[in-house]
């Protein structure tokens, strides 16, 4: 059974940092696209961040020369390392990607993490 698990959420003053990540297990082929996505109080979930299993990226403007993500292939892992994070930035950010599992008569599919929460606050 595919499973995403996100770590490394928290509390932070603005301008500090945080590093998030999001590990997938279960019986995995390949993992193709991988993202972030983020939802706060009241708004619709947004995408922050997204990398291509070849390691091409694009962000959200509103993340855009603060956020990074990335991948380590290997370990199933992806990475978002956030810098000067702004109040704004309070959400619970959800990692996404999409897998092919080991049963190869099946095409990929769409998973979802449970969601790690982020607040910036002083």
């Known amino acids: 059974q595919v499973q995403l698990v996100e770590s490394g959420g928290g509390l932070v003053q603005p301008g500090g940092s945080l590093r998030l990540s999001c590990a997938a297990s279960g019986g995995i082929f390949i993992i193709y696209d991988m993202a972030w996505y983020r939802q706060a109080p009241g708004k619709q979930r947004e995408l922050v961040a997204a990398?291509?299993?070849?390691?091409?990226?694009n962000y959200a403007d509103s993340v855009k020369g603060r956020f990074t993500i990335s991948r380590d292939n290997a370990k199933n892992t992806m990475y978002l390392q956030m810098n000067s994070l702004k109040p704004e930035d309070t959400a619970v950010y959800y990692c996404?990607?999409?897998?092919?599992?080991?049963?190869?008569?099946?095409?990929?599919?769409?998973?979802w993490g449970q969601g790690t929460q982020v607040t910036v606050s002083s």
């Open positions: 990398i291509t299993s070849g390691g091409r990226t």
């Open positions: 996404n990607a999409d897998i092919r599992d080991r049963d190869l008569s099946r095409p990929s599919s769409d998973y």
